[in-house]
């Protein structure tokens, strides 16, 4: 059975990535179209359906569902997500209804023609530099005047094997600041279908990977004295979350 798992893992992520790649390229000119005339639904929406092509091709079909029920999510708002793959990202245009702005490691700048997305639209942020961070929140505050919502991941990185790591204040602090709306939404087990890590060694295979977005946490009133409160609730929602999938 180990066997087997060698010889799948690399044999699936590769054909992965070639889902990954090979529509982008293609749809590269309308991406670089959208971005340049500021067309960042035409963008979103492009994202929305590249992750299908992605999901279908690759074998992965996400379940997406709501801890009381379904609803529209804010506009703008602030989704504060736990980060444990890759996939994390991919899934994002599956319950996000309008255009969302990411913030990513400046080091995607370095991907050619991914950069883009960062140059024009995304947020590219040094988390080595307190200064440049601080800097991202600013442009990010700026796009939520926008009327364009943020995704963060306020880990900072990726927890491998789904054990969530703690929070960082940012993305509460920024929700305060403009007054937007909360969306906690937990990745539970994305993590099993691809991993960071070792190409040969982390997981890589198809299947059912599962999402949970929480109700909207209102900031109405708040101020930066309840960051560590709205924090922790959040923290305390998405943990549970997982211990009901992983036991951690």
């Known amino acids: ?63 997406i569902k709501y801890s009381s029920k379904k609803y529209k999510l804010p506009k703008p708002c602030v989704v504060v997500c736990n980060h444990t793959s890759y996939l994390d990202i991919i899934f994002i245009p599956f319950y996000t209804d309008h255009t969302a702005v990411f913030m990513g490691k400046s080091e995607l700048l370095q991907i050619p023609l991914f950069k883009y997305f960062f140059v024009y639209l995304d947020i590219p942020v040094n988390r080595q530099s307190i200064k440049d961070s601080h800097k991202a929140f600013s442009v990010a505050g700026e796009k939520i005047d926008e009327g364009l919502s943020q995704i963060i991941y306020p880990e900072g990185t990726i927890s491998e094997h789904g054990k969530l790591r703690p929070f960082k204040n940012g993305a509460f602090k920024l929700a305060i600041e403009k007054q937007v709306t909360i969306v906690p939404v937990v990745n539970v087990n994305n993590w099993k279908f691809l991993q960071n890590g070792g190409f040969l060694t982390s997981n890589g295979r198809p299947g059912i990977p599962k999402i949970v977005v929480g109700d909207p946490i209102y900031t109405t009133g708040m101020t930066e004295a309840d960051i560590p409160q709205l924090k922790e609730k959040v923290t305390t929602f998405i943990h549970s979350e997982l211990e009901k999938e992983n036991g951690k």
Not at 30 to 38: A, D, E, N, R, W
């Open 1 to 63: 059975m180990k066997l087997f798992l060698v010889i799948l893992r690399p044999v699936w992520k590769t054909w992965f990535l070639l889902w990954f790649v090979v529509p982008f390229i293609l749809m590269f000119p309308l991406f670089y179209f959208g971005l340049v005339t500021k067309r960042f639904d035409f963008v979103f929406k492009l994202k929305r359906l590249w992750a299908r092509i992605i999901s279908i091709g690759a074998f992965i079909y996400p379940v």
